[in-house]
């Protein structure tokens, strides 16, 4: 049986469909509120809730792996006990590219919060293999509100390059390794195939919407004051900072997915015809 955490959201939810289309793979999703989950009927809901340890134990009972998607923030530590209790073998753990790395102390907090919950699974003994996504795709969903107003994409670092990666491939990828294994102790760096600017994307995006967008380039410090009014200010510093380092050169590429999974990783083009609902096409 498979546990997945963070099944409701991205990546954890498409980990699911993933396992659930995998003859013979047992699936448990963990979720605060099974009745909104809406996942395959195959797979078995279980309500637990992480900042609440006495309701682990049965979520983890029966299971061989574990997918990790954790909220950013989230304290591990009463989830590895439960696992360490119930006998999980193996964990995944979606963690972050802005890792450098294996050192203790890291640059950013996005890159500290991970790093400790990545030598905080290293420490429970379980077996684990480390999933580090730096730019996903789906932070262009930000784009979708924006485009929803006209057809202008205001951002700041619209020259920064990124290997954005398909939330499905990072599934995909985590199914083979919890199914699989043979995958202790392995650190991936998913990218992308293509290094792309911000940009870039917006141009693809029009393509594939078929409608006539433009980007503009804004000045940073005042987006970051003004987001920071309403989110986590020590987070979008981070956040920004990883996006200024990406300014002016290509972003890495690799074909880690396809090792992995044997297809190539999908392109961002791939990316916006499956969310072609999401920016109201
Ligand atoms: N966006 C990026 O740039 C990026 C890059 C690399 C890695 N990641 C990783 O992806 C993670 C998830 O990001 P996201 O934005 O998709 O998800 P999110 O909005 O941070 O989290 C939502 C998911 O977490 C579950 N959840 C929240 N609180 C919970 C609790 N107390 N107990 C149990 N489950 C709880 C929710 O399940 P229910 O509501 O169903 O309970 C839902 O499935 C990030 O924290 C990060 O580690 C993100």
């Not at 289309?21 to 099974?34: N, Q, Y």
């Not at 979520?59 to 590895?80: H, Q, T, W």
């Not at 890291?106 to 030598?119: F, T």
């Not at 102790?185 to 195939?193: A, K």
């Amino acid at each position: 049986m498979y546990l997945v955490i963070g099944a409701t959201a991205f990546f954890g939810r498409q980990a699911v469909e993933e396992l659930a289309a995998r003859s013979g793979a047992r699936v448990r999703a963990l979720t605060r509120t099974p009745d909104k989950a809406d996942l395959p009927a195959s797979v078995e809901l279980v309500a637990a809730d992480l900042t609440m340890p006495e309701t682990l134990p049965p979520a983890l009972a029966g299971i061989e792996a574990a997918f990790l998607v954790l909220p950013y923030g989230m304290d591990v530590a009463p989830l590895l006990a439960a696992a360490q209790a119930a006998g999980v073998r193996r964990l995944v753990f979606l963690s972050s590219g802005a890792i450098t790395g294996r050192a203790e102390q890291q640059p950013d907090v996005i890159a500290q919060y991970h790093r400790d919950v990545e030598r905080a699974i290293e420490a429970s003994g379980i077996e684990w293999t480390f999933l580090r996504v730096l730019f996903p795709a789906i932070n262009s969903l930000a784009f979708a509100t924006q485009l929803q107003g006209g057809d202008v994409v205001r951002a700041p670092y619209t020259r920064a390059a990124v290997s954005a990666v398909h939330e499905r491939d990072v599934a995909a990828v985590a199914a083979r390794v919890l199914v699989d294994g043979g995958h202790a102790g392995r650190v991936y760096d998913l990218t992308g195939p293509e290094s792309l600017t911000a940009a870039q994307q917006v141009r693809i995006l029009g393509q594939e919407l078929g409608r006539p967008l433009t980007v503009e380039d804004l000045d940073p410090a005042p987006v970051l004051e003004q987001m920071s009014q309403f989110m986590d200010a020590e987070f979008l510093a981070a956040l920004f900072g990883l996006m200024a380092d990406a300014v002016g050169k290509p972003a890495p590429v690799n074909d880690v997915i396809e090792q992995i999974t044997g297809r190539p990783a999908r392109t961002y083009a791939t990316w916006v015809a499956d969310h072609r609902a999401d920016f109201g096409g």
